[in-house]
């Protein structure tokens, strides 16, 4: 069965950070790369990041580039988004999801349509 398990979610005051966690199973994790996307209320699904492969540099959305890092561990199969001087703006629920590495790249990565698999999500709440 697959799976994608977000955690790390949780309320921040602006400028703190959180760690969110994706722990992936049932696929094998070498062959896909991994995406954040978030949805706020009333908004569509936004790519945030992706990896896509350890060790590989992450594609970021203009709105969190120099904010977030994405990084992947293979060994345990989850990829990491540390999440820096958070803004109220960041508040959404937070996914995690997969895709087949040869359908991600740089101006595909931000598309949910190609991800197969997705986690449940995971809150993110950013106070002013």
């Known amino acids: 069965e697959v799976q994608l398990v977000e955690s790390g979610g949780g309320l921040v005051q602006a400028g703190g950070s959180l760690r969110l966690s994706c722990a992936a199973s049932?696929?094998?994790?070498?062959?896909?790369?991994i995406g954040w996307f978030r949805q706020a209320p009333g908004k569509e699904r936004e790519g945030v990041s992706c990896?896509?492969?350890?060790?590989?540099?992450?594609l970021y959305a203009d709105s969190v580039k120099g904010r977030f890092t994405i990084s992947s561990d293979n060994a345990k199969n989850t990829v990491y988004l540390q999440m820096n001087s958070l803004k109220p703006e960041d508040t959404a629920v937070y996914y995690c999801?997969?895709?087949?590495?040869?359908?991600?790249?740089?101006?595909?990565?931000?598309?949910?349509?190609?991800?197969?698999?997705w986690g449940q999500g995971t809150q993110v709440t950013v106070s002013s």
């Open positions: 049932g696929f094998t994790f070498d062959d896909y790369a």
């Open positions: 999801a997969a895709a087949r590495r040869s359908r991600v790249g740089f101006y595909t990565y931000s598309k949910p349509l190609l991800y197969d698999y």
């Open positions: 990896i896509r492969s350890s060790g590989g540099s992450g």
